[in-house]
C-alpha cells in the first residue's frame, strides 16, 4: 500500500486536513497520515511578487526522508512559480511531492461570502489534482474528472472530487 | 490529455523552463528547453517542433532574431514571444516578424493555457487545410480522365489550356460522355479550385423553379416562399457556375441568363436588392446549339456570349482505344467497392466491347462491368456477362458495299425478314432485294 504524508505548512486549519483523511485514503487506496514539521520558509519568500514560491517549497519538501511514497505540502501561503502568476497547487509529475495552496481558495478573495463547504471541496479537489500528478495522470479533457486543468475557482467548483474511468483506471494501474 | 503537440522553450533561466516544462507535460505535450539561440536553433534543425516559447532576453542573439531565424528555416512554426519586461516596440517587431502571439511573464495561468490551446487550434485548422486541399486536388485530376486514344488526349490538353484562363465554355458530347467529368477537371485544375463547383441541372428543372433556383428568392417572393433563399448564381461567388443541359432553357430563361452573364449582377426573385457575383461558367449540352441558333431555339447572342471556347468529347464509338483502360479502371473500382476480388476482362468479352456501339457511352460501359462484377463468377468478365446480345455492334464498314450489306440484314430483321415490306422500305422492287440477299449471303437470325 502506498503511505502519503501530508505536511501542514504556515496552514491554520489542520482540522479540514482531519475530517479529509478517509476520503483521500478511500479515494488513493493509500495510507494517509498527517505529519507535522515545523519548517521555515523566509528563503522561499520573492519580496518583489510578494509570493512564495512553489519549487522552492517543493524542494524543500523533497529533502524530507519521510519513509513514504508521497509527501504534500498543504499552506495558506499564496504561491508562484517564475513562469506563472500564481499557481493553486505544484506537483512533478511522476514525482515524490506536491504542493497546495489554500490561499486562493476562500470566496472572500473574490468578495463573496465565506462558505467553508465549498472551501473545503475546493481544497480536496487540488489535493487529489495535485497527487494525482505525482501518481504520473496528466490533465484530463473529461470536465467532470478531478484531473480537469483549471486555472479558477468557479472552473473547480464545475469538476467533481472523482476521477473519471480512464483516470482511474490509470491511478490504479500506477499505485 | 495525450497531444502529439511539441513544444520547445527557449528561456536563459532554469526556473522558467522547468516551470514551463512541468506546466505544459502535465498538459501532455511533448516538452523539450534550450537555454540560448544557438541550443534552439540546433535542436529546430533535427527536430520539428509545432510551439517554440522564446524569451526576448536571451544571451548572444535575442528572442527577435531568433524568431527570424525560426520562420526562416519553418515558416508554419508557431513562435511565441515571451518578455519580463513589456515595450510596445519590441512586441510590434516580434509580430511584424511573424510571431503568433507575444506575452509578458510571469503569465496568468489561464492566459499561457489560452494561447497555447489557440495555437495547437490554428496547428490542427492548417493541417486540416492542407489535407484538404490536397484532397481535393486528387478528387478529380486532369489524369483522373481515363483515355489512350488521341481524342481523348486532346480533349485532356485542351482541358490544361482552359483550365488555366477564366473563360466560359461550352463542353459539347453525346450523353453519358463524361461533360460534367470534364467540367469538374476543369474547374479542378482552375484557380477557382477551392471553391466549389456550383452545379444545375438545367432540364431536371422545371422554368419557374429554374428561376428561383439560379436567382434565389425573397421571403414571401411567392406561394410557400416561407424563408429568403440564396441562388446559384449568388453561391458560385467566387467559384464555377456549372450549368448542364443549358440546351433545354426557355427562351426567357435565355435572355434573363445572358444579361447575368453580361453583367455578373442580378436581383433575387421578388427582391429588388441587386447582388454581384464573381463567377466562372462552364456548361454543358448533347445538343448542336450552332444548329439550334439557326432553327431559332437558341439566342444567338446568347450563344456566342456562352461560346467563348467549346470543347467536344467524342462518344466512346470513336475511341475504341479506351476501351480497354476504361475497363480496367472501372474493374478497379467496382471490385473496390463491392468488397470482391479485381478481375481481368476476357479477350472475347474486350473485342465485343470494343466493336459495340454504346449509345450510352462511358455511362452505360460504366453500368456494364458493375452488372459484370456483380453476376460474375471467377476472376476474368466472359461475353455472357455483358448483356451485349440485344444491341447492335458499332457500323465499322468501310465499303459502301458493306454499309448495304449491313443496311438489308437490319431492315430484314426489322420486318422479320418479310420481304414485301422490307423491299418497300429500302425502296427497291422484291426481285433487287431478293438478289441482294443472294449476293450477301444473307440469313435469318433466330
Redesign the interface.
Known amino acids: 500500500m502506498v503511505n502519503i504524508r501530508i505536511i501542514p505548512m504556515q496552514f491554520s486549519r489542520v482540522g479540514i486536513l482531519e475530517r479529509m483523511l478517509d476520503r483521500i485514503s478511500q479515494i488513493l487506496r493509500s495510507d494517509v497520515r498527517i505529519e507535522l514539521h515545523p519548517m521555515d520558509l523566509t528563503d522561499c519568500f520573492d519580496p518583489v511578487?510578494s509570493q512564495y514560491n512553489a519549487?522552492t517549497i517543493i524542494n524543500k519538501l523533497s529533502s524530507y526522508d519521510l519513509g513514504s511514497n508521497k509527501i504534500i505540502g498543504v499552506t495558506d501561503l499564496d504561491l508562484?512559480?517564475?513562469?506563472?502568476?500564481?499557481?493553486f497547487g505544484?506537483a512533478?509529475?511522476g514525482g515524490t511531492t506536491a504542493l497546495i495552496s489554500g490561499h486562493r481558495l476562500e470566496n472572500s478573495r473574490y468578495g463573496l461570502p465565506e462558505d467553508q463547504v465549498n472551501y473545503e471541496q475546493r481544497l480536496l479537489k487540488c489535493l487529489l489534482h495535485e497527487l494525482g500528478?505525482t501518481f504520473g495522470l496528466?490533465?484530463?479533457?473529461n470536465p467532470s474528472c478531478i484531473m480537469l486543468?483549471t486555472?479558477?475557482v468557479e472552473e473547480m467548483d464545475h469538476k467533481s472530487d472523482y476521477f473519471c474511468p480512464n483516470c482511474l483506471t490509470e491511478l490504479k494501474r500506477m499505485v | 490529455m495525450d497531444n502529439k503537440l511539441s513544444i520547445l522553450i527557449v528561456d536563459d533561466e532554469l526556473s522558467v523552463r522547468d516551470s514551463l516544462t512541468n506546466w505544459f507535460m502535465e498538459d501532455g505535450y511533448d516538452v523539450d528547453t534550450a537555454e540560448d539561440a544557438k541550443v534552439a536553433l540546433n535542436k529546430i534543425q533535427a527536430h520539428n517542433f509545432h510551439i517554440i516559447l522564446v524569451d526576448i532576453k536571451l544571451p548572444g542573439m535575442d528572442g527577435l532574431e531568433l524568431n527570424r531565424r525560426i520562420k526562416a528555416i519553418n515558416e508554419e512554426t508557431i513562435v511565441i514571444i515571451m518578455t519580463a519586461f513589456a515595450s510596445v516596440d519590441s512586441a510590434v517587431q516580434a509580430l511584424k516578424d511573424g510571431a503568433y502571439d507575444f506575452v509578458c511573464k510571469p503569465f496568468d495561468p489561464d492566459a499561457v493555457t489560452h494561447i497555447i490551446r489557440n495555437a495547437s487550434s490554428h496547428i490542427q485548422l492548417n493541417q486540416e487545410n492542407l489535407s484538404l486541399q490536397e484532397r481535393i486536388k486528387s478528387l478529380v485530376n486532369v489524369d483522373a480522365i481515363i483515355g489512350q486514344s488521341d481524342e481523348i488526349l486532346n480533349v485532356l490538353e485542351q482541358v490544361r489550356v482552359v483550365a488555366e484562363t477564366d473563360s466560359t465554355v461550352i463542353i459539347c458530347g453525346d450523353s453519358g460522355t463524361g461533360k460534367e467529368l470534364v467540367a469538374r477537371a476543369i474547374h479542378m485544375n482552375s484557380t477557382r479550385r477551392f471553391f466549389p463547383m456550383v452545379t444545375v441541372h438545367c432540364g431536371a428543372i422545371a422554368e419557374n423553379l429554374l428561376e428561383s433556383e439560379l436567382f434565389g428568392h425573397e421571403r414571401g417572393a411567392f406561394t410557400g416562399a416561407q424563408y429568403a433563399r440564396k441562388g446559384k448564381f449568388e453561391m458560385a461567388d467566387g467559384a464555377t457556375l456549372f450549368l448542364d443541359e443549358i440546351s433545354t432553357i426557355s427562351m426567357k430563361m435565355q435572355i434573363e441568363l445572358l444579361r447575368v452573364l453580361e453583367t455578373r449582377r442580378f436581383t433575387r426573385v421578388g427582391g429588388n436588392r441587386e447582388y454581384k457575383s464573381d463567377f466562372r461558367v462552364i456548361c454543358a449540352t448533347n445538343r448542336d446549339l450552332k444548329a439550334m441558333v439557326d432553327s431559332g431555339e437558341f439566342r444567338e447572342d446568347l450563344f456566342y456570349r456562352l461560346n467563348v471556347f467549346s470543347l467536344k468529347i467524342p462518344p466512346l464509338r470513336e475511341r475504341a482505344k479506351d476501351i480497354q483502360p476504361l475497363v480496367e479502371h472501372f474493374i478497379k473500382v467496382y471490385a473496390e467497392q463491392m468488397n470482391k476480388p479485381t478481375k481481368q476482362i476476357g479477350k472475347r468479352a474486350l473485342k465485343a466491347l470494343q466493336s459495340y456501339a454504346f449509345p450510352g457511352n462511358v455511362r452505360e460501359l460504366e453500368n456494364l462491368i458493375e452488372r459484370a462484377i456483380v453476376i460474375g463468377t471467377g476472376d476474368t468478365i466472359r461475353l455472357k456477362d455483358l448483356p451485349l446480345e440485344q444491341t447492335r455492334p458499332a457500323p465499322s464498314w468501310e465499303s459502301i458495299q458493306e454499309m448495304e450489306q449491313h443496311h438489308i440484314q437490319t431492315i430484314l430483321d426489322k420486318y422479320a425478314w418479310n420481304i414485301s415490306k422490307s423491299a418497300k422500305a429500302l425502296g427497291v422492287d422484291r426481285v433487287t432485294l431478293y438478289s441482294k440477299i443472294k449476293k450477301y449471303k444473307l440469313q435469318k437470325h433466330n
Not at chain 1, 80 to 87: K, N
Not at chain 1, 138 to 141: R, W, Y
Open positions: 511578487r519549487n508562484f512559480i517564475p513562469v506563472l502568476s500564481y499557481v505544484q512533478y509529475l500528478h496528466k490533465h484530463c479533457l486543468s486555472t479558477y
